[in-house]
T-cell receptor
Framework: NAGVTQTPKFQVLKTGQSMTLQCAQDMNHEYMSWYRQDPGMGLRLIHYSVGAGITDQGEVPNGYNVSRSTTEDFPLRLLSAAPSQTSVYFC??????????????FGEGSRLTVL | GEDVEQSLFLSVREGDSSVINCTYTDSSSTYLYWYKQEPGAGLQLLTYIFSNMDMKQDQRLTVLLNKKDKHLSLRIADTQTGDSAIYFCAGGEAGTALIFGKGTTLSVSS
């Protein structure tokens, strides 16, 4: 198993550009989520999904869109990038079922800089 | 919702014990977790404790849970330079989002 795969690993954007961060997992996890990590702020939840076709907002959803058309993929879209969206983005998934500990499995992160 | 607080920095000498502390607000969390993040990498689960336990030991790691005070701690015995990393406390239900603290940067000097 590859686990959680994020692409790209690095990206530089200009203000106003749009882009999509890709996330794929091969563990058949129903739950997937996106966090951003900023110095001194820890990890903050952007959006999450409890299954295909179902998404919900986290703590900091503004400026981001998500969709979940398959169990495996959970892309994060930046509609019009702003310098405040410069961050490291992590995708994470888990099996939320009974008998599981709820451990989140993380990708290696996507480092985004918006100029 | 859940709020998780932890101190930001801890500096220890190699061979000493490290204790990283965390407080949380939501007593309904079924599990409480400790994650480790090494430089330039994602987070990896270090250990977890079920909410009806007071203590869990796993080799050099000891997790203590004080449910009355909503306090969680991680003790690393015989700390090594390879333990230098950011440690995150997190809480939540198995089926919902995990809420993370801001992370404690552990610096180990030789």
């Amino acid at each position: 198993n590859a686990g959680v795969t994020q692409t790209p690993k690095f990206q530089v954007l200009k203000t106003g550009q749009s882009m999509t961060l890709q996330c794929a997992q091969d563990m058949n996890h129903e739950y997937m989520s996106w966090y951003r990590q900023d110095p001194g702020m820890g990890l903050r939840l952007i959006h999450y999904s409890v299954g295909a076709g179902i998404t919900d907002q986290g703590e900091v959803p503004n400026g981001y869109n998500v969709s979940r058309s398959t169990t495996e993929d959970f892309p994060l879209r930046l509609l019009s990038a702003a310098p405040s969206q410069t961050s490291v983005y992590f995708c994470a998934s888990k099996n939320p079922g009974q008998g599981f500990t709820g451990e989140l499995f993380f990708g290696e992160g996507s480092r985004l800089t918006v100029l | 919702g859940e709020d998780v607080e932890q101190s930001l920095f801890l500096s220890v000498r190699e061979g000493d014990s490290s204790v990283i502390n965390c407080t949380y607000t939501d007593s309904s969390s079924t599990y409480l977790y400790w994650y480790k993040q090494e430089p330039g990498a994602g987070l990896q689960l270090l250990t977890y404790i079920f909410s009806n336990m007071d203590m869990k030991q796993d080799q050099r790691l000891t997790v203590l849970l004080n449910k009355k005070d909503k306090h969680l701690s991680l003790r690393i015995a015989d700390t090594q330079t390879g333990d230098s990393a950011i440690y995150f406390c997190a809480g939540g239900e198995a089926g919902t989002a995990l809420i993370f603290g801001k992370g404690t940067t552990l610096s180990v000097s030789s």
